[in-house]
């Protein structure tokens, strides 16, 4: 392994975190070929997932929203460039940031989506709820892209990322979270989710190959949305599919 190739120190403690946290973004990113490049797509991953239990983890909305002000700051030193506070994933991530010279503003998006998750409600409406994906799918898929090739156009993932967001938060509301607006019955999801899906064909097909294992987890918004879970096998099966043909 050279120099470059070699992951930084910890990843494998990060890659572990997400396969457990994160497993179908964990297993598409198996396709990316290089070991570097694959960590930094995990060092963001494991920033996602550390936003994304916040939530789940607190009793009170204040509690919940010192966290969130806390990742905040972190981001903060990150792009300031001095001292930054010791955590694995700030490290990580800090290091994706200067090697891929990723924007700040959708990790910013990132932290700000999830403060929707403190108070549900605020989803009620079409506007928070579009503004919520963006944030959360949309704002990672986008980073994910920017890590594997520089040049993936972030805005033409949106309809792939809505697609991937929707699924996730019809299989929060199965496990008994409320997310989704109330009026959002299943079959609504279902539809959006292949409506945003047959959107995302030309946006997908113009990715450079390099990005396709940062979208390629979006295949299993299909079976989600039908309100099935995927086996293992059927996974790696639809993962392999889309990668090889850069369709999802």
Do not use: C
């Not at 892209?145 to 199965?174: H, K, N, S, Y």
């Not at 539809?191 to 990715?207: E, F, H, P, T």
């Not at 990005?211 to 096998?233: D, H, K, N």
């Amino acid at each position: 392994m050279t120099r470059s190739d070699s992951p930084p120190d910890g990843a494998a403690d990060l890659d572990s975190l997400v396969r457990r946290a994160d497993p179908d973004r964990w297993l598409a990113s198996r396709f990316i070929a290089d070991t570097r490049t694959r960590a930094d797509v995990i060092a963001l991953y494991a920033f996602n997932n550390e936003l994304a239990r916040i939530a789940e983890s607190v009793h009170e909305p204040l509690m919940g929203e010192i966290r969130l002000t806390w990742w905040r700051e972190a981001v903060e030193e990150i792009f300031a460039g001095g001292a930054m506070r010791h955590h694995p994933v700030v490290e990580a991530l800090a290091g994706a940031v200067r090697r891929r010279g990723l924007a700040r503003a959708p990790l910013d998006a990132m932290i700000e989506a999830r403060f929707a998750d403190l108070e549900p409600e605020i989803l009620a409406e079409e506007a928070a709820l579009d503004g919520y994906l963006d944030g959360t799918a949309g704002a990672v898929m986008a980073l994910g892209a920017a890590i594997t090739a520089a040049t993936a156009d972030a805005e033409a993932l949106r309809p792939v990322a809505r697609a991937w967001g929707l699924a996730g938060l019809l299989r929060l509301r199965q496990a008994g979270v409320a997310r989704l607006p109330a009026r959002w019955d299943a079959d609504r999801v279902r539809a959006a989710v292949l409506q945003a899906l047959a959107d995302a064909r030309r946006g997908v097909g113009a990715l450079p190959v390099e990005a396709f294992p940062a979208v390629a987890y979006a295949t299993l918004a299909r079976p989600y949305a039908a309100g099935r879970a995927p086996s293992e096998l059927e996974k790696r099966l639809r993962l392999t599919a889309a990668t090889l043909t850069g369709r999802l």
